[in-house]
């Protein structure tokens, strides 16, 4: 009996060198497809919230002093929000323990997006009143977190983190 060890016309015989093409072209399309993922990955990322926690810990019980010397003030800081030409305005008044204005305050906010920091948006204050703060923010609509400092002499005195809605 002979054998024919030829092939019929039309087929392809699979050589060594097809089979290496092949492995490298998929092994270096799964490459390119993990580079681009990564690279959407890094550039949409909007950031984290706390940058070290490891530094953030050693912070912990300074940040209990200060939380547990804010509640012994027992100041009512209360935050309005009212919508306006220019976009909205934000107004926050604080009073003492004993229901007076506290004047005088250098008062800052920062309207935090819950998911991308990069669109965080600042609000300066000004005092337009007795113990009333007023400042603009131009802000879509949605959740927001509303992180207010209240400080004075560069101590900070008062802080507050809230969810609001903008509407």
């Given at each position: 009996?002979?054998?024919?060890?030829?092939?019929?016309?039309g087929e392809?015989?699979?050589?060594?060198?097809?089979?290496?093409v092949?492995?490298?072209?998929f092994?270096?399309?799964?490459?390119?497809?993990?580079?681009?993922?990564?690279?959407?990955a890094?550039?949409?990322?909007?950031g984290?919230?706390t940058?070290?926690?490891?530094q953030?810990?050693l912070?912990?019980k300074?940040k209990?002093a200060?939380?547990?010397a804010?509640?012994?003030?027992?100041?009512q800081?209360?935050?309005?929000?009212?919508p306006?030409?220019?976009g909205?305005?934000l107004?926050l008044?604080?009073r003492?323990?004993?229901?007076?204005?506290?004047?005088?305050?250098?008062?800052s906010?920062?309207?935090?997006?819950?998911?991308?920091?990069?669109?965080?948006?600042?609000?300066?204050?000004s005092e337009?009143?007795s113990?009333v703060y007023?400042?603009?923010?131009?802000a879509?609509?949605?959740q927001?977190?509303?992180?207010?400092?209240?400080?004075?002499g560069?101590?900070?005195?008062f802080?507050?983190?809230?969810?609001?809605?903008?509407?």
């Open positions: 009996m002979s054998s024919n060890m030829s092939t019929p016309r392809r015989r699979v050589t060594g060198r097809m089979v290496l092949a492995l490298l072209g092994f270096g399309f799964v490459i390119l497809v993990n580079i681009v993922m990564v690279h959407a890094i550039t949409t990322f909007g984290v919230d940058p070290s926690s490891y953030a810990g912070a912990f300074s209990l200060e939380a547990a804010q509640a012994a003030r027992n100041w800081v209360s935050v309005r929000i009212a306006t030409a220019e909205n305005a107004l008044e604080v003492d323990e004993n229901g007076r204005p506290v004047t005088g305050a250098d008062v906010a920062r309207l935090a997006h819950p998911i991308d920091e990069r669109r965080d948006i600042p609000v300066d204050f337009t009143a113990g007023s400042g603009r923010v131009a879509n609509h949605g927001w977190t509303l992180d207010v400092d209240v400080a004075r560069g101590q900070r005195l802080r507050s983190r809230n969810r609001i809605a903008i509407e």
